[in-house]
């Protein structure tokens, strides 16, 4: 069957994208006569070239490729396709011998800051089109837009010309200044000094360079923030529900004034939401998350209790394929020179798909194919009663208030099992809360919308098609069944969610064979890691040790008296909490307490190693790892497991003319990242490869130093540590295994040996 675009030269923006992989899989597949110009830009290593090389080798060519046969499917990729390498912000020279342009490059994202929404979506065109002009020639242009720039209005949207009179080159020019104002106000000392109070407090154990970088971090956050709230406060006080939708119908004017208005020919394609192909190449082809589906997989995660819609708004969803054909139709039936035709590839008007409709279709499909968590349960999806706006956000500012105020007392507790419970279960009541605030604010312009989109041409386009090209490149949306399209086709092809539906039991991180390999650390640390016992109680065995059993009573209380000057140094710096606590320490002789150690401590400590880390250890020497044991305790409390590891390193007292401690360190501990600075010359002097590295520490004081490796392992967290885990998806390991000794039994032998 001939196509009308036999022999045509076409120019595909956006190739890489969404759309732009399903037009051009298009061409490839149904336009045999067609030679085909992409414009792409290099990424990273990677040539333009090797980018569209590797396109081949993705699933929207799979149908093409296993029909014709990997090998013509290589020599016509090679044979039609021309790379062009540059993106719109760097054109190069255009080919003057183009017939047809289809524009599909831009930014869908509903909050990008407003100077990159603005240079993807109108300088970007600006360029396009001045750079054809520049090429000579006369080529069709199909630009696509989106049926939204319609705004924020009700009733019918024609399709036509947009009425409006934003000045765009002012609108532009301040949007891309914004960018360096934003900056500027970053750096005033009010705003640094706020944004570095708040990091202080919340990052400070981790050392002043954590709360160094989070405060950076946090003023980079900052200017983001300012930039999509400018984004959208503009979009929103010109009539447009944000940033996006704005910027694509100046975009549009773009064309207009710079194509059309120079006497060539426009075609602008307006598609509503677009998502996985009901038909080409294949039913639910899909390239990443679409508008609807974070919304769609957030719900069947049960992370959404109640969302803000309206039940009656009509959520206006097109196949990617109807969108693909609605584009080479109207590229194949061009308008008058100097003037521009509009298509609104939509289904609100024809085959309506209300929000209720759709909440009650997607209900059904995770009740019958449910979701599981990592325990292996099944995910209950939640009920919605479709609550007003309001309602909804008041009750999210409450739960909001109260999981921070939780968040708050769990810092301030021990780590133990049930701390980490109950951070575990407030990382996911933030995590949940974020969602939902996120997607109440940028899907209630589109599910709270009573704008219906006219699609009149666009169905007059479809009819114009030859009868027998209408199965194959038709867009005739009463076709679909949403029923079928989403419950069959379109959600089991959402990405990621087939992940969730894996078995229980996968295996852990922390399970999994250890590579053998010679070049690499596995460092642990001691307390609440390798050793159950803290710095508290190493204390308390050498004072019970040393001491006659009448005098511990006193000893017990004189401990208590100090706990809260201890906790107090401990939250501020786990280095001044050991300056602090060896002073307790002072006038003690060296050798004699090395003796005590040997002979009352050492057996304690050792039974009171955590059994799961012992194996630990153990596999990595077995894997030929070399193992470090690294602690701010003091040398001679950690000398009976010397051989547990290829090396020890700990802190050292200093030590008075007699060999009697002063209560002072000989060194700075090595804590924090003082640590992470050992570490890396460390390895760099042995000639060890921290990318393959292990660590493995419970605090968060510990962060900067595990962060050092490429695996590091949070051990029986803090809450800080592991809300700090769970974001960088680190492992978390629970050892908890039974353990032979605490103070009881240390208590019990000690007794003993006075006895004896």
Known sequence: MSSPLD???????????????????????AHAGTRITVLVRPRGDLSAQARVDKLLRKPVFRSWRDRVGDDAAAQAFADRVTVLEGDLGDL?????????????????????PIDEAFSANVAGPVALYEALGRAGGDPHVVHVSTSYVAGLRRGVAEERSLEHDVDRAEELRSALAARVATENASRRPEVLGTLLEQAAARHRRAGAVAVAAAAEEARQDWVRRELVEAGRTRARTLGWPDVYTFTKALGERVAEDLWAGAGHRLSVVRPTIIESALHHPYPGWIDGFKVADPLIAAYGRGMLPEFPAL??????????????????AAAAAPPAPGTAQYFQVSSGTTNPLPFGRLYRLVREYFEAHPLTDKQGSRVQVPSWSFPDRGAVERALGRREAVVDLADKAVDRLPASPRTRRWASGLYRAHRDLGTLRKFTELYQPYTETEIVFDDARTRALHAALPAERQGTDGFDVTEIDWRH?????HIPNVPGLTRDRRAAGTAPAGDRPLPRRTDVLAVFDLQRTLAAATLVEHYLWVELAARPVSSWPAHLANLL??????????RRDRGDFIRTFM???????????????AEHVAPSLRRDLIGEAVARVRDHRAAGHRTVLVTGTIDVFVEPLADLFDEIVAGRMETDGAGRWTGHLATSPLVGEARAAWLRRYAREHGL???????????YADRSWLEVVGHPHAVNPDAELYRYARSRRWPVDTWTATREGRLAPVL????????A
């Not at 008296?561 to 401990?570: F, I, K």
């Not at 490869?689 to 605090?699: I, Q, V």
């Not at 019990?748 to 006895?755: D, E, W």
Request: proline content about 4%; overall charge negative.
């Open 748 to 755: 019990r032998s000690m007794r003993g040996a006075r006895t």
């Open 92 to 112: 190069p020279d255009l080919p003057g011998d183009l017939d047809v342009v289809l524009h599909s490059a831009s930014t869908v994202s509903f909050d990008l």
């Open 689 to 699: 490869d921290l990318a393959g590295s292990y660590a493995y520490g419970d605090s």
């Open 311 to 328: 039940a009656d708004t009509v959520l206006d969803v097109i196949p990617v394929d109807f969108v693909v054909n609605a584009m080479l």
């Open 583 to 597: 002073r307790r320490y002072a006038g003690v002789e060296e050798a004699a307490l090395r003796r005590v150690v």
């Open 485 to 489: 399209y989403l419950q069959d086709i």
């Open 7 to 29: 022999g045509a030269h076409v120019l595909l923006t956006g190739a890489t994208g969404f759309v732009g992989q399903a037009v051009l899989e298009k061409l490839l597949s």
């Open 561 to 570: 008296a100090a706990g809260p000057r201890y906790l107090r140094a401990e």
